[in-house]
Nanobody, 125 residues
Framework: VQLQASGGGLVQAGGSLRLSCAAS????????IGWFRQAPGKEREGVSF????????DYAGSVKGRFTISRDNDRDIVYLQMNSLKPEDTAVYYC???????????????????WGQGTQVTVSS
């Protein structure tokens, strides 16, 4: 599966952005799609995931209530709606795909096999 992330940018604190992850090459129903982020000098961290076949989602505690992951059912695009952005949300954001049948830790980067290129999100204070 090939993934392409887009939608990053510069936004003021309190603002919103919507990231998109366009998938191709495989049916998404067999995959988990995750969003991850990596800030300078920090490890890559899981932000959210979507179990495409069931619609199950979950979020890291730091973004719960502010971020929403969803899928466009007509197209193989997974979105990450980010509201009430904070300067600490500044990072490069990546989307990734993990096999439905093998994933265990759903917010761990090592579980994900396929990665899109990152998109920069910068939140100014």
């Amino acid at each position: 599966v090939q993934l392409q992330a887009s939608g990053g940018g510069l936004v003021q604190a309190g603002g919103s952005l919507r990231l998109s992850c366009a998938a191709s090459g495989a049916t998404l129903e067999q995959w988990y799609i995750g969003w991850f982020r990596q800030a300078p000098g920090k490890e890559r961290e899981g932000v959210s995931f979507l179990e495409v076949s069931t619609g199950t989602t979950d979020y890291a505690g730091s973004v719960k209530g502010r971020f929403t992951i969803s899928r466009d059912n007509d197209r193989d695009i997974v979105y990450l709606q980010m509201n009430s952005l904070k300067p600490e949300d500044t990072a490069v954001y990546y989307c990734a795909a993990a096999n439905l049948w093998t994933i265990v830790e759903k917010l761990e980067a090592y579980e994900y096999e396929y990665w899109g290129q990152g998109t920069q999100v910068t939140v100014s204070s």
